[in-house]
């Protein structure tokens, strides 16, 4: 049973389109959250949700707007993409503060 | 501010050597969580071990070991007699006990381990 899913694994698309990457948990974890991995590995949080309530908003272009219509699921949906957007994008979720993360297996989005 | 820094961006090894990660720091918080996650070739992120700031015990987990020094801000990881499997780039993180679930990761150190 997988236990954080990504979809899709693989995006591309172009320059100005918009497009959604879906997250779904299946440990029943509270906490879920969005990073992003830059080509140099770098890895940064854009939000946090718990319990269906945002908590972690960073530094994100508003083209990025989460979604979480339960804990379960947390969706990302990217307005105007642009080429600096390509990366790899993880879901993750947690069950509390002093638990490791649980990463999706992660969304490599190339915009051309 | 918080930090975590990983002085070493690669290290390359031959198999059967033991390699340690560096892994530094920087919080004024007294309540925090430390932990490493394992990233191979194939690109998933895995985790591997989680210590609070109140727990300077070490650990031991089969070839992997950890060292936590509070006096010197650090959490290093030890891989004893590596193997090909265990190269892969690996974070050390950094969760503070207050302010959300916010994870800082380091910049990651890619660990080569040649046959």
């Known amino acids: 049973d997988t236990a954080v899913s990504q979809t899709p694994k693989y995006l591309v698309t172009q320059m100005g389109n918009d497009k959604s990457i879906k997250c779904e948990q299946n440990?029943?974890?509270?906490?879920m959250y969005w990073y992003k991995q830059d080509s140099k590995k770098f890895l940064k949080i854009m939000f946090s949700y718990n319990n269906k309530e945002l908590i972690i908003n960073e530094t994100v272009p508003n083209r990025f707007s989460p979604k979480s219509p339960d804990k379960a699921h947390l969706n990302l949906h990217i307005n105007s993409l642009e080429l600096g957007d390509s990366a790899v994008y993880f879901c993750?979720?947690?069950?509390?503060?002093?638990?490791?993360?649980?990463f999706g297996s992660g969304t490599r989005l190339t915009v051309v | 501010a918080q930090k975590v820094t990983q002085a070493q961006t690669e290290i390359s090894v031959v198999e059967k050597e033991d390699v340690t990660l560096d892994c530094v720091y920087e919080?004024?918080?007294?309540?925090?969580?430390l932990f490493w996650y394992k990233q191979p070739p194939s690109g998933e992120l895995v985790f591997l071990i989680r210590r609070n700031s109140f727990d300077e015990q070490n650990e031991i987990s089969g070839r992997y070991s950890w060292n936590f020094q509070k006096s010197t801000s650090s959490f290093n990881f030890t891989i004893t007699a590596s193997q090909v499997v265990d190269s892969a780039v690996y974070f050390c993180a950094l969760r503070l006990g207050t302010g959300g679930f916010k994870t800082i990761f380091g910049a990651g150190t890619r660990l080569f381990v040649k046959a």
């Open positions: 919080t004024r918080d007294t309540t925090y969580y």
């Open positions: 993750a979720s947690s069950q509390a503060r002093n638990y490791g993360y649980t």
């Open positions: 440990l029943g974890h509270d906490t």
